[in-house]
């Protein structure tokens, strides 16, 4: 019973609530307010955002948990298209850090570059995006693949990097499919 008390009023545990409230705060309701967010959007609760300025989310898009956005500091931007679709802990970034020699990376100067998502795209579970990607409309991508350069509208894509698959729906020649995304 002791330590039952002990630990209860130990300031300890009330300093680290601050702390996680803050922590909430800065990542999941500030972001929220200011990134455009369309009609009907539904973000799950654990969505984590960096710089919802420079954010915008369209109309009817469904963002699975987890799932992490975080824009540039500066200038590099998140757009996702409408009716997009995000499975859980898909994470999209438009800043990097360089990695010139002689400097420890914390001290590398940022590159960004916006990410744009179209619309009715589906990101499956853990898909990465880095910065600078176009991913077209209604292209769908596979669960755990790393988006390193931009994917054509209509594909199935998946991997690590991400590779046209096929064309989605259609009858295209995957040829042309090839050529658009070398393109």
Known sequence: MLSFARSILDPRVYAHVARLLHYWNYSHVVP???????HGVRLAPTITMRNGERISIGAGARLGSH???????????????ENALFGPEVYITASNYRTDPGAPILHQPKEEHSVRIGRDVWLGARVIVVA????????????GSVVTRSLPPQTICAGAP???LRGRGEDAPIAALVAEEAA
């Open 32 to 38: 929220r307010r200011a990134a455009a967010i369309g």
């Open 162 to 164: 991400a590779r046209v």
């Open 67 to 81: 799932c992490s956005l975080w824009a540039g500091d500066t200038v590099g931007r998140i757009d996702i298209g």
């Open 132 to 143: 600078g990607v176009t991913i077209g409309d209604g292209c769908v991508v596979g669960a």
